[in-house]
């Protein structure tokens, strides 16, 4: 220890400082050391350029990872690639390597690089002219954006080697303008995805059929580029990617990257109220646990799941460390902030400058900020894949790192907390797409149609052509003329399709009280519970009244009030099997998946006061019935199961059960816990028996009940063992849900069912 | 195939079923339903007879074929003030769009006007029809090409493509971004290459702003036309409708919708090239023997200044002075007129023109006063180094910015000039202060 500033002198001496530490460790659940690995290299490649050698001798690359030469070597065997690499694991330079030769080799060569976000492209360009100024090649790289200013834009077209942009400016400006961009097609040799595990759900789905109509654009102008992708690590590289390009992948995982020793602890907020199982705010604990390393001068990153807590963890966080830290700062980063403050705090966090940084996923993604030493996770990032990328921000090749996940009451964090092995021992999620889901196909075949006309025996996606293009002509949007369908219709296909939002529809919050500014948004099949007339709204903790909702407009105009209650609507659904695609008997229980159809329909609300919880009021809604057609998975329990239980008794069993699951199904999918939805029914209309159905929130669905019907008995092990492991008396939010909604009984009558579903 | 629309209909969740119009239905009510296909274009004997009731005729070329309408007028012919012969006399004036080119000929210049199934520049707007006039001879023609279907297009772009080579001048409205880009992607799209042709614009939208921006309520060619080209059309269809009238004959099979966009897209022609005369007329400054010098100020000064930017003499001159007799001009032309005038180093004229656009601005425009008396404040106190005259304008400019105080107005920008005129009024008094010192 530095006697004069009472510091450790080194992470490790911290950390064992911290082992004693009495009050910290008797809520850390589980330390884990994961040891150092050494890194292992292979030369640069024989063929490479001299000028690209030099280029890269000068910036201190004298030799290469093992997994950045075997991309090297996969790409210039024609194979298409996926490179699997950890944070900061020099993953550029698997598809910089190439794709620089080439140009290098042949000069008229171009590249499309795709990004999910404007940031990482920025990032990609101002690196990859770093290393073209080396060479004095003359490989000009540019972004082409929203911001790209439109007196350049005819340059990029026609002289940028490489194209920097992201999907959905291919989707709406490149490819319906091909024609512009004649020498990049005509010329193209690779398209570089990189982040390709952000390309998952209905947004992945749509990226697939953007490549679809890519790749048919680059065959109209003769050319066949080699696809190289990046990923995360996620349980299916391999698959995702060759859904992603329709093309087999030659995967690349042989990560060499060094990394040294890493801690990784969980540390679970103590119970302050034993009966209820409510825990010390997750907040206040990970804003100690910074504190403890900023107060060292160990440089931390802190990951909070909302951008309402970043702001609110800054502030604490700036108060607490103030003239603690010889005038260096800690400083938020989110979506939001302007880019250039955004640039200048990554460079700070580079040099050091900035000490603390407490950010959103934004940072998650491969945004280059050197590496820390230090990493507290504010609750569960949401899937095993974000947790290891967050997690890999600190940790720097030849030093130990830290990382403190502290979980939230959310009942999956506390799954995750309290089972260890599950986190350490599993592959992360399955990235999964459907990129055959029809609306998302149809809505692709007819930006397709209009860059250019269907001819017979083309294909595209699993339908069959013919009748797609009848469909369309049917619609008037084409004219078959021979053997070619043309897009005959006066809009612009593209522009009322967006990629990133999944039910297009969102209803608009416009809050009267401030100017009508807008405070947010509430997706279509939510809003009859959410803002029905006379509902409280609660955004950013302030309550707002909804006092019109123009349904056909899809606005709600919501007025600031102060009031004691909060309401909570009634939702009746109804759920009818279309079809079923496959099933499976084990033992009593059938489990089922197919397609489905959901009616749901708001009946009344209840007002019901703070605190006290007590019904104080009601009231009708009106509100149109919402109907949503995707596909489900459900399982259902057998007649003498139900013959065991009243009616009621089934009823809480059912519903603990089902809260469970909704908040542990997320551990097979990488997806928002809201895109999957849970529906219970004592006596189901399809089966006669209870049964608990799930179905994706999508029209035609992305994918993911498909998925939860495959791991049907791990989800239901799991959700055993985490209601047995919960430590409350009789059921609390963090498992089968508060008494107040499941009965006195509700942990035990669930127990008992899922018994009877013969989980071990 | 039923199947998949049932299914979109199912995921849309649309409760109203929507039905594909039934054939059977349809034909009860209407005769002559025959939606256009491949087979339309084969052999003469299936051209529909409505055709030839508007003069459109078949084409062939070894590509395939389509349909074009030919109008040939007599160099007489009146649209509106002029004749379509003066382009004779007038084209040489419009060398000064592209002087390092030389002066051209009557029939270097090939008039463009397209009619589009859509909007913007994409590579599904396509070109239905497409018009051009030329000079040929002792007449100007109009040939229109139109396509029945769209499988049609790489037969007449084929001769399209030809017939361009034959020209230099691309006469259009608005033909720089849209027109020409359109042709061009349609070109690509047919994988017809235009490699070595690039024509020399001669676009008449970017005048056309220059010298009507503020006078004419819309610079649309079918405005201008009106007022200032003496043309009435009468039952015109509108070119906004045109592509449901071409989706209504694709549909039914009938010409007759089309023969309204015909004549439609033949006007344009017409109109653009008398608009092309017009200019050509103003850039050899012979425009106003022939028709009255404009009523406003404001286009008197914006025609003059046009025509200063593209090398005019003698009638800009002529121009502004009657601008600066004008009794109605408005304080705004008069200070445009003048900061071209200072830019010149015109002095005597700006002086001039700031003094009375302070007294047309009068109680109408504190802005426009305002800036007149900045800009005198300005010249006497660098140029005529009268200090007192700079103060008192520079006064006059302080009461202006307080009166505009009054309407709000407080943005960065107004609060900046108002710090300015502080600085100089100050900077002023102290100039005067030393002077009375030294006396």
Redesign the interface.
Known sequence: MNRWTGRAENLEEWLGQLKANESVMENVTHWRTLPPREASFAPLPKDLHPAWRDALRKRGIEKLYSHQAAAYEAVRRGSHVVAVTPTASGKTLCYNLPVVQSMLLQEEGRALYLFPTKALAQDQVAELQVLADLMDSGIKTHTYDGDTPPTVRNAIRNSGHIVVTNPDMLHSAIL????KW?KLFENIKYIVIDEVHAYRGIFGSHVANVIRRLKRICRFYGSNPQFICASATIDNPREHAERLIGEKVELVDNNGAPMGEKHFVLYNPPVVNKQLGIRRSSVLETQKLAAMLLKQGVQTIVFARSRVRVELLLTYLQELIRDKLDGKTIRGYRGGYLPKLRREIEKGLRTGEIRGVVSTNALELGIDIGQLQACVLNGYPGTIASTWQQSGRAGRRMESSVTFLVASSNPLDQYMIQNPDFFFGHPPERALIHPDN??VL?DHVKCA?????FRAGERFGS?SL???M??LV?E?VL????D?W????????AHNISLRSAAQENFIIVDMTHDNRVLGEVDRFSAPTLIHEEAIYIHEGIQFQVEKLDYPEKKAYVRQVDVDYYTDANLAVELKV?HVDKEKLTGDLLRQYGEV?VNAKATIFKKIRLRSHENIGSGPIHLPE????TCGYWFSFSEEAAARKSKNEMQFALLGIANVLVHIAPLYLMCDPFDIRVVPQVKAVHTQRPTIYFYDRY??GVGLSERLFEVHDELIAHAKSMITSCSCLSGCPACVGPIEEVGLLGKQQALELLQEAGAR | ?S???D??N????T?GEVH??DPDKEKEGRQAVHP???EDSDGDESLHPGWSTFGVELRRNESGSYLVRRSVYPLDHRHGTHAVGELIGASSGLSAFHPEAGEPTPESILYLDLET????????N?PFMIGIGYMSGNSFVVEQTLIR????EFAMLYDLQKKLRNYTYLATYNGKTFDWPLV??RM??NALRLAEWTPLHLDFLHPSRSVWRNTLTSCKLSHIEEERLGITRLDDVPGSLA??LY?QY??EGDPAPLEGVFRHNESDLLSLACLSIRFGWLLQEQIFERIPYPEEAEELVRTGLWLNRMGGSVLPEVLFNRAMNNNHAASSSLLKLAASDKKAGNWERAVLLWQKAIVQAGERSHKDKLEACIELAMYHEHRTKQVESALAFALQAMACIEQLNLYGGRDHKHRAEQDSIRNRVSRLRRKLDRRGMVR
Do not use: C
């Not at chain 2, 199912?10 to 969740?13: D, G, K, P, V």
């Open positions: 319906p303008h091909h024609t004649v029809l609306l149809i149609a209009y860059e250019l006309p339908e013919e009748d797609m009848e469909f049917e008037k004219h078959k003329a021979g070619r043309f897009w005959m219709e006066q809009s612009f296909p279309l159809t919402e109907e949503l057609h029209p035609g | 195939m199947g998949l629309r299914r979109m199912r995921l849309r969740a409760t594909p119009p256009v296909t491949m199934t859509g909007l913007g520049v994409g590579t599904g396509v279907h769209p499988a049609e061009q992607n690509i799209m592509p449901q989706f694709l549909a």
